[in-house]
């Protein structure tokens, strides 16, 4: 993954993307960015430039899904002054704040159609015209475009234009989910560790806790790098023991058992027992019960991590640890002593 100019990643899929990335910047030619959110398709837009021969001309970053229908052709194309209500002077679009550089349109799959139509002349003649104009404006600009979207399907379906995807798509990059990204986890669990801590003046970094890190590996990740690093950052942070490894992490930072219920009429359909609290997500993944072959170490397996679970939560404080699991103080001494669970080693 990129960040301040870094890419930090050692798996396959996604050093695969990044080369293709470099190999395309040379080209002078529009490029489509897909990903899951999380997943760098700005940043890879950014080396795309930055390898390219525009890379001293300007990076211009558009967001189709941030502004409303009407501002957006207006925004891309620029407007004369009286052009429509509140167009009090004359502006520059995008397209001509990136000429002789590169435009990055993020959300492509959300633009209206007219919208696709006056970008689909733009990129095949190179030219623009202002609302309220009469005369068209020459621009060189190279065009990378990144989506969250099934374009294919969009198109099939009528919902985007066939013809503006066959002149984006001159290259598609497609970026993996950190979910199949086999040990960057960890890679990027230290990173993003070693920077917060560095951050919080800690004089060491502790690294984390093995049961930590086997959540952290376990977890699907649905915001991908984006929402490790928040994971990991607000576990650094919140631990504030920079003597020893940190032994908790909250995935969802909402989950509170004093979370507000939402109306009646909004709730799921299946709710769990009364008086639940909201849980975060697992942060291991599902047990297969036709997996399980030894019920006598699969039941010790889940109570290990429960314990090294409660034991990190509560900071190792075993008092506080044994109220939580509604055990006994000497319960909790038993079950750590069973499970070999030493402060310092979990």
């Not at 990335?21 to 490029?31: D, H, L, T, Y």
């Not at 006056?118 to 202002?130: H, S």
């Amino acid at each position: 993954m990129k960040l301040e100019s870094q890419f930090i990643g050692q798996s396959g899929a996604f050093l695969d993307a990044v080369e293709r990335a470099s190999r395309a910047a040379a080209m002078n030619r529009p490029v489509l960015v897909i990903g899951e959110r999380g997943t760098g398709k700005e940043l890879i837009a950014e080396r795309l430039h930055r390898l390219s021969s525009r890379w001293d001309e300007p990076l211009v970053t558009m967001n189709c899904a941030a502004l409303p229908e009407t501002l957006i052709e207006a925004e891309l194309f620029g407007h004369e002054a009286g052009s429509f209500t509140g167009a009090t002077k004359t502006r520059a679009g995008r397209f001509e704040e990136a000429d002789r550089g590169t435009l990055f349109l993020d959300e492509l799959g959300t633009l209206s159609m007219a919208a696709q139509e006056r970008l689909l002349r733009a990129v095949e003649y190179g030219e623009v015209t202002r609302i309220g104009a009469s005369r068209p404006i020459r621009v060189d600009v190279r065009i990378v475009a990144a989506t969250n979207d099934d374009l294919p399907a969009l198109a099939a379906a009528g919902e985007f234009r066939a013809d503006l995807l066959d002149r984006l798509s001159f290259e598609v990059i497609t970026l993996p989910p950190l979910r199949v990204r086999e040990g960057d986890i960890g890679v990027l669990a230290e990173y993003f560790g070693r920077r917060m801590a560095a951050e919080l003046d800690w004089d060491r970094w502790p690294g984390f806790a093995p049961h930590v890190m086997d959540g952290l590996e376990d977890h699907p990740w649905p915001g991908n790098v984006r929402e490790l690093r928040n994971v990991v950052e607000r576990a650094v942070y919140r631990w504030g023991s920079p003597e020893m490894p940190i032994a908790h992490v909250q995935f969802d930072p909402f989950d509170s058992p004093w979370r507000p219920r939402p109306p009646e009429h909004r709730r799921s359909p299946a709710p769990g027992p009364a008086g639940a609290s909201h849980v975060a997500p697992a942060a291991h993944a599902p047990v297969s019960f036709d997996a399980v072959e030894d019920l006598r170490a699969a039941v010790d397996t889940h109570e290990r991590a429960i314990l090294a679970h409660a034991l990190g939560k509560h900071r190792w404080n075993q008092r506080q640890t044994a109220r939580a699991l509604g055990l006994t103080y000497d319960q909790l001494r038993h079950c750590i002593r069973k499970h070999a669970l030493m402060e310092g080693e979990d």
